[in-house]
């Protein structure tokens, strides 16, 4: 089996505290459930009940306005007692209903009802995916739809690669996803395909993840479309954009095969939009990674849109000692959670709480070079940093040559994880401290 990985740089990441078990579990229903209006880049969508009304289990709450923006939906059913706002990990402003659950459950325990969409158009694959507020789980939040309508004036082959790269230990949960849901990624993969009439499926696996490539490509083998399986490094920054182009054209030159432009997308994502299209379900849940050193019990739990962070850390025994670092995403380029009750939203991966604090600057930068050596671009972090710094200081700071463009810094944090200087280098580099 060749493994492609990409040529130079990146770190192996290790760590002990990540969940480890071997099927996911389910948390308890959320009796309050706080549903963020801004779950995706774009503008805030726009409520559609007020407060007191009844809601049912995956009704639309909130209707998506503007490009990036998406429609929001119940999780649960309940009624809305409250609007609140406030202040998010990334500093924006941020509102929400919350929902007091009560009635009846219509999804959850029925067997759900299949809808056949081989004879759907492209346009009517388009507007579901667009209807239920799919967007992308394990990344931006970039909307689906937003990301089909890009598609449309692109020339040439199109080819959708399914990124089943852990190059992260907190990608747990994509991991158990994929084993768990591997017939609804594959063919969320074959109806995205048929939505953006892109003409072939790369499945872009971890080494050693043979059985999870082996079962997509017999999902596969009942489609009339192409299908490529490609076998990547784990080492991290191996799942990003760039490094994963890098050694699918590699792939593409040595197997002689025309992949054309490449559109991404995760497991968690291909099983939200087959969800949509085949069962018209929006996303009430997604799996979530829950761990860290101060976790009493790490686990892959099934959480509900809108449960608040407090509760699964609580459902996963409470922690060992005081935290102090909470934060959502990896360690590596996780964002710190402000308040226990900031809630679960599509785009939660992982939650983690640890008993060590955040790294603080140490000193000044000691010249070991030990950020070069990692840097999966071939840039000098150090340099880079310097020159950022110097630039903040005059005044004069803008992009500079080696952070714009297409070898620039993309901001993986493989530097900040070296440095024994504990220097914030990305977020210098890339003008955010
Ligand atoms: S790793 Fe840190 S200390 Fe070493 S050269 Fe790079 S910036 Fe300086
Ligand atoms: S954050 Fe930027 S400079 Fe640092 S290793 Fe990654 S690409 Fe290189």
Redesign the pocket.
Do not use: A
């Given at each position: 089996m060749k493994v492609y990985s990409f040529p130079r740089g990146g770190i192996t990441i290790n760590d002990p505290a990540v969940p480890q078990n071997s099927s996911s579990v389910v948390a308890f229903l959320p009796a309050i459930s706080v549903i963020p209006m801004v779950q995706h880049p774009g503008g805030r969508a726009y409520p559609i009940v007020s407060v007191g009304d009844l809601v049912r289990e995956g009704m639309l709450i909130g209707r998506g306005q503007g490009p990036l923006s998406a429609n929001v939906h119940a999780s649960v059913p309940g009624r809305v007692i409250r609007m609140v706002s406030w202040k998010a990990a990334g500093g924006q402003n941020n509102d929400a209903l919350i929902i007091r659950m009560e009635g009846s459950f219509e999804k959850l325990g029925k067997r759900e009802e299949f809808f056949p969409w081989l004879g759907m158009s492209a346009f009517d694959l388009h507007r579901t995916i667009a209807e239920f507020g799919i967007v992308e789980m394990e990344g931006s939040g970039r909307p689906v739809a937003d990301m089909l309508n890009s598609l449309r004036n692109q020339q040439g082959t199109i080819s959708l690669v399914v990124r089943c790269v852990f190059d992260d230990p907190w990608l747990a949960a994509d991991r158990l996803l994929c084993r768990e849901r591997t017939q609804a990624i594959a063919e969320g993969a074959h109806i995205m395909c048929r939505a953006g009439r892109m003409g072939r499926i790369v499945f872009a696996l971890s080494q050693g993840e043979t059985e999870l490539g082996s079962r997509l490509m017999e999902e596969a083998s009942r489609w009339d479309i192409p299908v490529s399986l490609v076998y990547t490094g784990s080492r991290y920054p191996q799942r990003n954009q760039r490094e994963l182009e890098l050694v699918l054209r590699s792939f593409g030159k040595k197997e002689n095969v025309e992949l054309g432009a490449l559109l991404m997308l995760g497991p968690a994502t291909l099983a939200a939009i087959h969800d949509a299209v085949a069962y018209r379900k929006p996303i009430l849940d997604r799996y979530v990674a829950v761990g860290g050193s101060a976790v009493r019990k790490p686990q892959v739990m099934k959480v509900r849109i809108g449960t608040r962070i407090g509760e699964i850390f609580a459902e996963c025994g409470g922690f060992v000692d005081k935290p102090r670092k909470i934060a959502s995403g990896s360690p590596v380029l996780g964002r710190a959670v402000v308040d226990l009750d900031e809630p679960v939203i599509k785009t939660s991966y992982a939650v983690f709480a640890l008993l060590e604090a955040q790294a603080q600057p140490r000193r000044?930068?000691?010249?070991?070079?030990?950020?070069?050596t990692v840097c999966p671009v071939g840039l000098d972090?150090?340099e880079l940093?310097k020159n950022a710094r110097a630039a903040g200081r005059n005044g004069t700071a803008s992009r500079k040559p080696g952070i714009s463009g297409n070898d620039s810094c993309h901001g993986c944090g493989c530097?900040d994880v070296?440095?024994?200087?504990r220097?914030a280098?990305s977020q210098t580099i890339l003008g955010m401290a």
């Open positions: 000044n930068c000691i010249s070991c070079g030990e950020c070069r972090p150090e940093y530097c070296v440095c024994p200087s220097l280098l």
